[in-house]
Each structure stands twice: as C-alpha cells, then as structure tokens.
C-alpha cells in the first residue's frame, strides 16, 4: 500500500481507537449506572442523587461525542488536504500515551502552515510512526 490508500487505512485505525475510547468511557459509566441502580432505597435523597449522577453521565458523555466529532473531523480535513495536494505541514510531534506502566497508544500532532491544528491516535506506535513517515512524503514543502 502507498499513497492515499495507506493513508485511508490509517485514518481508518485511528477513528477506531476514538470510538473505542468512547465505547470503554460508555461502558464504565453504564457498569457504575447499573450498580447504583441495584442499590435502590425509596427515599427522597437516593432520587436527588441519582438525577444527579444522571445529569453528570450526559454531560461526560456529550463531551465525549464533542471530542470524537473533532476527531473524525480532522481525518476528513487530512485527508482533503492530501486529495488537494495542499498539505503544508509546520510541525509534526509524537506522543506515548501511559497510564501509569499501561500503554493507551500513541498521539500525532500535527501543525498546518495555515496555523490549523490536527490531532490523530493510535493504539500502536507503528502507526502513528507510519503516519508521520506518510504525511512527510506527501507534504507539499
């Protein structure tokens, strides 16, 4: 693979790793929902607390769809860049991502010309270093 299509492939990965950070966020916050749930007690306070949690579990969540909206937004705008011939880059930067021992990934940074910003993950840092070697080939310089 070259070209576009090594491209399409890894914008590919890296959409996956941003729905699957949201699928694990969505799963902890329904594990924990459910758990409250099976803890009921008819009181005034148990209702008060459960709206509560309720209302911070949209907003987590609306926040996350924020973020994976951006996401899907910025591979949209690589890739019309690429399709253009217009990818100017000023500055491209890798980042590990650890939790703790716990590898999360690898993140590309990418900085336009233009001033726009970019950002693109991986689970595996051979993508990410594959992204970098691709987008330095096909930068208009």
């Known amino acids: 693979m070259s070209g576009p299509t090594e491209l399409d492939s890894l914008m590919a990965r ?81 980042t590990q991502v650890e939790l703790e021992i716990l590898p999360f990934g690898a993140e590309v940074d990418i900085e336009i010309t233009s001033g726009e910003h970019l950002a693109f993950g991986f689970w595996r840092r051979d993508d990410a270093d594959a992204l970098i070697a691709l987008l330095r080939q096909l930068a208009v310089i």
């Open 14 to 94: 890296a959409r996956s790793r941003v729905w699957s950070l949201y699928g694990i966020v969505a799963g902890i916050v329904a594990f924990i929902s459910m758990c409250a749930a099976l803890t009921y007690t008819p009181a005034l306070r148990w209702f008060l607390m459960a709206f509560m949690w309720c209302c911070g579990c949209m907003a987590v969540l609306g926040l996350g769809y924020l973020w994976v909206r951006a996401r899907v937004a910025a591979t949209r705008r690589l890739m019309q860049l690429v399709s253009e011939g217009a990818l100017r880059l000023a500055n491209i930067e890798l």
